[in-house]
């Protein structure tokens, strides 16, 4: 009786992916906002900064690894542990990327003259690094992902906007190819279903319908309206909103906000940053005081684990990437 309870408790668990991400932009013609909530079990985020170089454009990037003093072995290979989940470079480009799980066994169809990402290069293979460096507008970026095949885009969607206002949101379409969807609005919202093939993902999304229905009635470009967004579609539990960025395309500003303790910003200005050369740091490390979410979602996280771990002992096989 007691391992059937667990089982149940398991399968009620993660019967909803454990990664979960919103994403939106606004512009008024004069400027251009981008903002994302990160909600996920991995609480350890950090940032890297880039400065421009000889023909690339000054940038910084999101990632979230393995924490190294945790006792927990890595989840995940090192290719997914360190992807690129969001930033923004020095002419205004963002972007940032959500988890899109879709029926089937379906992959990227490609063309043999779009080129092979290779891990050793100097972006080690992430083409949104490459297009933070290389890049000033989201036609441009558009046409960068193009020349390459990006498998990627199988289990992802990224929204881009720039500086100008542009916008689009790129995942695999019906036809397993690259699919562009750019906006007819004033602003653009990306969640975790499908855009381009809606009736082959597997989640139901109401932050979706939440973010775009409150934008509809108020597209003001403001940290206020951004951070009412951010609260109304934030997630709480063992997958919980560990940050939220808000970006000022057009003056390079960044608020960082952690573990949706909306009161409490952290503001750095990118071209700043960049000053001071290639850095990196964790993003905990800029807030003083650990809230209760965060010790309360790390402790629910771990009593998840703890339970994974003994409904396999049962032997029960959970879904993989969950």
């Known amino acids: 009786m007691r391992n059937t309870i667990l089982v149940a408790a398991a399968l009620v668990c993660i019967s909803q992916p454990l990664s979960a991400c919103s994403v939106f932009t606004v512009t008024d013609g004069a400027k251009t906002f981008f903002g994302n909530n990160e909600d996920q079990t991995n609480s350890y985020a950090v940032v890297t900064f880039v400065p421009a170089a000889k023909g690339k454009y000054g940038h910084f990037y999101m990632e979230t690894p393995h924490d190294p003093a945790s006792a927990v072995?890595?989840?995940?290979?090192?290719?997914i542990e360190?992807?690129?989940q969001g930033g923004m470079n020095d002419q205004g480009?963002?972007?940032?990327?959500?988890?899109?799980?879709?029926?089937?066994?379906?992959?990227?169809?490609f063309s043999p003259e779009q080129k092979v990402l290779d891990p050793q290069d100097e972006y080690q293979g992430y083409i949104l690094r490459r297009v933070l460096a290389q890049a000033a507008t989201v036609e441009e970026a558009i046409k960068i992902i193009k020349e390459?095949?990006?498998?990627?885009?199988?289990?992802i969607q990224v929204l881009l906007a720039d500086k100008g206002g542009r916008s689009a949101i790129l995942g695999i379409g019906k036809d397993d190819r690259l699919s562009v969807i750019r906006s007819s609005e004033n602003y653009q919202v990306l969640t975790n279903f499908s855009q381009a093939d809606p009736e082959n993902s597997t989640i139901f999304d109401p932050r979706f319908d939440i973010a775009n229905a409150m934008l509809k009635e108020d597209a003001s470009?403001?940290?206020?309206?951004?951070?009412?967004?951010?609260?109304?579609?934030?997630?709480?539990?063992?997958?919980?909103?560990?940050?939220?960025?808000?970006?000022?395309?057009n003056k390079g500003d960044i608020y960082f906000y952690y573990f949706h303790n909306y009161q409490e910003p952290v503001r750095v200005n990118l071209a700043a940053?960049?000053?001071?050369?290639?850095?990196?740091?964790?993003?905990?490390?800029?807030?003083?005081?650990?809230?209760?979410?965060?010790?309360?979602t790390e402790e629910m996280v771990k009593?998840?684990?703890?339970?994974?771990?003994?409904v396999e002992a049962c032997g029960v096989k959970t879904p993989p990437g969950r």
Do not use: C, W
């Open 73 to 79: 072995p890595p989840a995940e290979p090192p290719m």
């Open 82 to 84: 360190h992807y690129p």
């Open 273 to 296: 940053e960049l000053k001071k050369g290639k850095h990196s740091f964790v993003l905990s490390s800029l807030f003083k005081r650990k809230i209760f979410a965060q010790t309360a």
């Open 148 to 155: 390459y095949q990006v498998p990627d885009f199988f289990t």
């Open 221 to 249: 470009v403001n940290v206020a309206n951004f951070l009412s967004l951010m609260a109304a579609v934030h997630v709480e539990g063992v997958a919980a909103t560990v940050y939220s960025n808000i970006y000022d395309l």
């Open 303 to 310: 009593n998840f684990s703890g339970l994974i771990k003994r």
């Open 93 to 109: 480009l963002a972007y940032d990327v959500t988890a899109t799980p879709l029926k089937g066994a379906r992959q990227m169809k």
